[in-house]
């Protein structure tokens, strides 16, 4: 009983509990987090799928595969996010932090749409898609993307678009807030000073609109992801090939790969 305990070991216990209720809960706070992910949309770990849920943890190295009308946004520590409209597939190829040897957080995009929003706080982000990077510092964009075409719009602030090698040498652009910046494949990226009707039109409407911030709805750890099964060689074709090839070959290769 408690009345029987030293005074000495009162003072201790004490102290322990209160060093106890001190410890935070593992909740969002301090982590990227997954704070939309609409069906259908899964995530691929290894080389498994998991369905997707709102509250996971954002991984280094997630495959995100958002299917027809899905929907997934990340936010991240400094209050970056990332909205990604399907059909899209998005890997997180490194997450940035303000303080650690990283500093960016960076996105492959194979295809999709995608609107992203930096802030004064945050690192910037870095997209890589198939014929072009983009640089968001404390910005707001719209991408669009897919093999043939990479199109995007700066509603907010500014990016820099650095064009894969043209006859050997890259083409950079500072694009300012108002602007769109196209490229068809290898072709010389074009420039307006509007957004043209036909990617209005195409836009989402939940892109057209500012990205809601849900991570504070989040207090709770992490919930535990339901696996489906392995990927298959047609899943993991688009990522052996291209800028994703050396990070995911090792991964993904004794999938297979179809035949030609």
Same mark, same amino acid.
């Given at each position: 009983?408690?009345?029987?305990?030293?005074?000495?070991?009162?003072?201790?216990?004490?102290?322990?509990?209160?060093?106890?209720?001190?410890?935070?809960?593992?909740?969002?706070?301090?982590?990227?987090?997954?704070?939309?992910?609409?069906?259908?949309?899964?995530?691929?770990?290894?080389?498994?799928?998991?369905?997707?849920?709102?509250?996971?943890?954002?991984?280094?190295?997630?495959?995100?595969?958002?299917?027809?009308?899905?929907?997934?946004?990340?936010?991240?520590?400094?209050?970056?996010?990332?909205?990604?409209?399907?059909?899209?597939?998005?890997?997180?190829?490194?997450?940035?932090?303000?303080?650690?040897?990283?500093?960016?957080?960076?996105?492959?995009?194979?295809?999709?749409?995608?609107?992203?929003?930096?802030?004064?706080?945050?690192?910037?982000?870095?997209?890589?898609?198939?014929?072009?990077?983009?640089?968001?510092?404390?910005?707001?964009?719209?991408?669009?993307?897919?093999?043939?075409?990479?199109?995007?719009?700066?509603?907010?602030?500014?990016?820099?678009?650095?064009?894969?090698?043209?006859?050997?040498?890259?083409?950079?652009?500072?694009?300012?807030?108002?602007?769109?910046?196209?490229?068809?494949?290898?072709?010389?990226?074009?420039?307006?000073?509007?957004?043209?009707?036909?990617?209005?039109?195409?836009?989402?409407?939940?892109?057209?609109?500012?990205?809601?911030?849900?991570?504070? &709805?989040?207090?709770?750890?992490?919930?535990?992801?339901?696996?489906?099964?392995?990927?298959?060689?047609?899943?993991?074709?688009?990522?052996?090939?291209?800028?994703?090839?050396?990070?995911?070959? &090792?991964?993904?290769?004794?999938?297979? &790969?179809?035949?030609?």
């Amino acid at each position: 009983m408690i009345s029987t305990l030293p005074w000495r070991n009162l003072g201790c216990a004490a102290t322990l509990l209160a060093a106890m209720l001190a410890i935070p809960v593992a909740g969002a706070a301090g982590r990227a987090v997954y704070t939309i992910a609409d069906a259908p949309a899964r995530v691929l770990r290894g080389v498994t799928w998991y369905r997707l849920e709102p509250g996971a943890s954002v991984e280094n190295g997630d495959i995100v595969d958002a299917g027809e009308h899905g929907e997934v946004q990340l936010e991240l520590p400094q209050g970056e996010v990332l909205r990604i409209t399907g059909p899209a597939l998005a890997y997180v190829t490194a997450l940035g932090s303000a303080t650690g040897a990283h500093r960016a957080h960076e996105f492959t995009l194979l295809r999709g749409w995608f609107k992203l929003s930096d802030t004064p706080k945050g690192v910037p982000m870095v997209l890589t898609l198939p014929n072009a990077v983009v640089r968001v510092t404390d910005g707001i964009a719209v991408v669009h993307d897919d093999a043939a075409r990479s199109e995007m719009f700066i509603e907010r602030g500014g990016a820099t678009a650095t064009a894969s090698a043209m006859r050997g040498r890259a083409a950079v652009h500072e694009t300012p807030e108002g602007e769109y910046w196209a490229r068809e494949r290898t072709r010389v990226p074009t420039t307006d000073d509007r957004a043209p009707r036909a990617f209005v039109t195409a836009m989402p409407p939940q892109l057209r609109d500012p990205l809601p911030i849900l991570v504070k &709805r989040f207090d709770a750890p992490a919930p535990p992801l339901d696996a489906g099964r392995t990927i298959n060689a047609e899943e993991a074709e688009p990522w052996l090939t291209g800028a994703t090839k050396s990070a995911l070959a &090792r991964r993904l290769s004794h999938v297979g &790969r179809r035949e030609p």
